[in-house]
């Protein structure tokens, strides 16, 4: 859909010198879509404001007539929730990335929504502080799009989700009303907080614009390990061990010996353990820890080594070779992704699930949804990977090149094979998204975690925020 002359000229008054905007092919395209990459995009324009003020006269101009809108952060997410394909008008915050001086008094920071995940820590990082928010996709993802989805990651295990981390969010409304909400107060018993309820929103109630983060101490005299373990059953003993053994534990991270492959032949890496002999069932874990009270997390390792509790073991000695062991987990969604269009894998698609169960059924579920993908869908390849610590799995499929499979024919296999997994989950009481949200792609599995009456809540939630449906459309609900 192109964008009209008149709107365009509209558009120019309404930002003046506080915002740009694209009409590029490219732009469309790169800004118009998320890493999920199954929906082309085709959005009408790309509108990059720079200030709060800018986004209020952006959505008011739309709100008035009738022009759906849909944020964009860093896009990293896998769910559809920043795909504009019907026109839409994307407003991208990537320009809006500056950040205030580190308040180290009240341990916080102020930053636009477009500062990257990275950026921040970097930023606070010589206060001796940081923001605890950290994952794979940090060097791209922004904090606004961190906030809409509540963003977990690598140390949800020590830190929670990012909801723990957000003072005060600054946001638009779809009718150009700017909300101040909570006023960087620690302590604000005054009825409903709507703070809370635009984290995890997906960008379908208000646009996040400003936000002051929460920030603690950097962590010091920490260990990281790699474990290597013949199958989930025993990660999950690992795991139980690592609990109770009395030190801190930052992540307690596992990928399945096939995500292992891929991400060290994407990184052209030595593996750490030998993968022969492994099989479908090997896992690998990573474990970072900090020495507490006098007790050295290398010892305690070293005791589950020889009780049996993994196979193998290797601790990082010095901090390139820390880098390089979370660089091996960290890599597994790109490399499985770089394998699908050259090489020994060129035709293959990729379709993805973020999932959680409760910790001691992680087990038994894999096991069910490895049996099945097995039996019933051989021209898939299986990659599971994720966070143990909160339950969290992330199963990626991906075709196999010999099945010839087309783009649509894959997603029509997957869509197929969906039914089973969200009954699954179901069935062990757990989430169909665990970070990724709903987005576009999850929306009919919504009700396989949520019950129809809390649906028709959100549904009333939607209504009284946005009544005309024209921000981030066909999204979540």
């Known amino acids: 859909m192109r964008l009209g002359s ?39 324009v790309i509108v990059f404001p720079k200030t709060t003020a800018a986004v209020a006269r952006v959505m008011k101009y739309c709100f008035e007539r009738k022009i759906p809108v849909v944020p964009s952060g860093g896009r990293t997410g896998l769910s559809g929730g920043a795909i504009a394909a019907q026109g839409e008008w994307v407003l991208s915050l990537s320009k809006m990335n500056r950040m205030e001086k580190v308040d180290v008094l009240s341990r916080t920071v102020r930053v636009q929504a477009g500062a990257v995940t990275e950026a921040v820590h970097d930023h606070c990082r010589p206060k001796g502080l940081t923001w605890p928010v950290d994952f794979a996709s940090k060097g791209s993802s922004q904090v606004g799009g961190n906030i809409a989805t509540n963003a977990g990651g690598v140390r949800v295990i020590r830190y929670g989700n990012t909801r723990n981390w957000v003072l005060s969010i600054q946001a638009v409304q779809m009718d150009g009303t700017v909300l101040e909400l909570n006023g960087d107060l620690e302590k604000n018993n005054t009825g409903y907080d709507l703070r809370q309820l635009l984290v995890g929103s997906e960008g379908t109630l208000a646009v996040i614009t400003e936000a002051t983060l929460k920030l603690c101490p950097l962590e010091e005299n920490v260990e990281v390990g790699l474990f290597r373990c013949r199958d989930l059953s025993q990660v999950i003993e690992l795991f139980q061990a690592t609990r109770v053994a009395g030190f801190p534990v930052m992540a307690f991270e596992t990928l399945s010996a096939a995500c292992l492959s891929e991400s060290t032949k994407f990184l052209n890496q030595a593996a750490p353990f030998s993968l022969e002999g492994w099989g479908a069932q090997g896992f690998v874990v990573l474990c970072e820890a900090m020495n507490a009270d006098g007790l050295l997390v290398h010892e305690k390792w070293v005791e589950f080594l020889e009780s049996g509790l993994a196979e193998d073991a290797v601790v990082a000695q010095n901090p390139k070779q820390k880098s390089e062991f979370w660089a091996l987990r960290e890599s597994v969604a790109e490399a499985v992704f770089a394998g699908t269009g050259h090489g020994v894998h060129a035709g293959a698609w990729v379709y993805q699930h973020d999932v959680s169960v409760p910790i001691p059924s992680l087990t038994d579920f894999s096991k069910k949804l490895l049996a099945k993908y097995a039996a019933d869908y051989p021209e898939f390849e299986i990659f599971l990977f994720g966070h143990i610590g909160d339950g969290n799995l992330h199963v990626f499929i991906r075709s196999k090149p010999a099945a010839g499979l087309t783009k649509e024919e894959f997603v029509q296999r997957c869509k197929s094979s969906d039914q089973h997994l969200f009954k699954f989950i179901q069935d062990f009481k757990g989430s169909v998204s665990a970070e990724h949200g709903i987005g576009l792609l999850k929306k009919n599995a919504l009700p396989y975690s949520r019950p129809a009456h809390e649906i028709a809540l959100m549904k009333g939630i939607k209504k009284a925020f946005d009544p005309s449906h024209l921000l981030n459309p066909g999204k979540l609900l």
């Open 6 to 44: 008149e709107a365009e000229k509209d558009l120019k008054q309404i930002l003046g010198s506080e915002g740009e905007y694209s009409l590029d092919p490219s732009d469309l395209s790169h800004f118009g879509k998320d890493w999920s990459g199954l929906v082309d995009p085709n959005p009408s």
